[in-house]
């Protein structure tokens, strides 16, 4: 029987299987072609395509679970997402190249089905947090590969990707489905199955080539560089210090990563600290210790800036 339907449907029969066993579940496939010996992926891009594959699901969690679209979403996630992303189970990976699977457990729909397959009783009028999260994961990561597919076609800038953040667009997103190739530059394929206990009209996949993933790449810098971003926390080591006399409060300038960022890249970030916090920056500096520091990053120019900064301290050896 899985064999006829694996040759009815063109798909692998692993991939029916897990759907049956995971009735509960909305499944989305993502198809890799690294090169090498089918099954397998460089541990690097790997890596790198795991944790594109996290940020994928947060961002579009963190979404939906805000009051509002953010071209940047703030480094403190909502608890509702956190919550959720501790159900979010990867799955095995299958043939075909290199196929990441990502579980998201969905709750059946409350109520009874007729002999004909209607419903009766107990109208399931609101989709749950976990269902809203897998439509909008399709939603945004169509409306991300349809602005950059305008930017290539049309010549169309950033506003083909600011006009659809209210439909789940912004850096994060962006950044993530960049980096699931890994650094191949083969397309990706993403297909959604939906959950057989609340059942949704099939949807076709997504692709991601790497035309798509060098726009949405830089797509996502520029919305970083042109919208402040809220709650960052940059941890690094002071490298320069500046003030006026020998009393007061004073700049001070670290080079670190910014938490969070994909990228891993390194900044130097200017901000200001009052007086106590100035002499604490001045002996790490001394001694070469790491510290951190939360604010609101913004650039201007070639610099970046932490306006409010707050919760400077040393991190211990």
């Not at 991939?15 to 049956?20: F, K, R, W, Y």
């Not at 190249?97 to 009783?121: C, K, W």
């Not at 057989?196 to 790497?210: A, K, N």
């Not at 004073?250 to 106590?276: C, H, T, Y």
Request: proline letters at 7%; glycine letters at 8%; one cysteine or more.
């Amino acid at each position: 029987m899985i064999e006829t339907l694996a040759t009815a449907e063109g798909r692998s029969s692993n991939q029916i299987v897990v759907e049956i066993a995971r009735s509960d579940a909305d499944v989305q496939y993502v198809r890799t072609r690294p090169g090498g010996d089918p099954g397998t992926t460089p541990i690097e891009d790997g890596v790198r395509a795991f944790e594109s594959l996290r940020q994928w699901v947060l961002a579009t969690a963190v979404s939906a679970s805000s009051d509002r679209p953010r071209l940047v979403q703030p480094a403190r996630k909502p608890a509702q997402a956190l919550d959720f992303m501790r159900s979010v189970r990867l799955g095995p990976t299958l043939e075909g190249s290199y196929v990441f699977t990502v579980y998201i457990p969905i709750p059946p729909r409350i109520g009874q089905l007729s002999l004909d397959g209607e419903d009766i009783g107990f109208p399931d009028v609101d989709q749950p947090f976990q269902r809203r999260v897998s439509l909008s994961l399709r939603e945004s990561t169509v409306q991300a590969v349809d602005a950059a597919d305008e930017v290539i076609r049309l010549g169309r800038g950033m506003d083909s990707f600011v006009g659809r953040v209210d439909r789940g667009v912004n850096a994060n997103l962006c950044e993530a489905l960049s980096g699931l190739s890994g650094g191949s530059q083969e397309p990706v394929d993403i297909e959604f199955s939906w959950a057989l206990s609340r059942p949704v009209e099939p949807t076709r996949p997504v692709v991601v080539t790497s035309s798509h993933a060098a726009v949405l790449r830089e797509a996502a810098q520029e919305l970083r560089a042109q919208t402040p971003a809220e709650d960052v926390k940059v941890v690094g080591a002071v490298v320069r210090l500046h003030r006026e006399g020998s009393m007061g409060p004073g700049e001070v300038s670290i080079a670190g990563i910014v938490e969070g960022d994909l990228n891993d890249k390194l900044r130097r970030v200017w901000f200001e600290l009052p007086e106590v916090s100035y002499a604490v920056a001045t002996q790490a500096h001394e001694r070469g210790s790491t510290v951190s520091v939360t604010g609101t990053l913004v650039r201007r120019g070639n610099r970046y800036f932490l306006q409010n900064p707050s919760d400077f301290y040393v991190i211990p050896e």
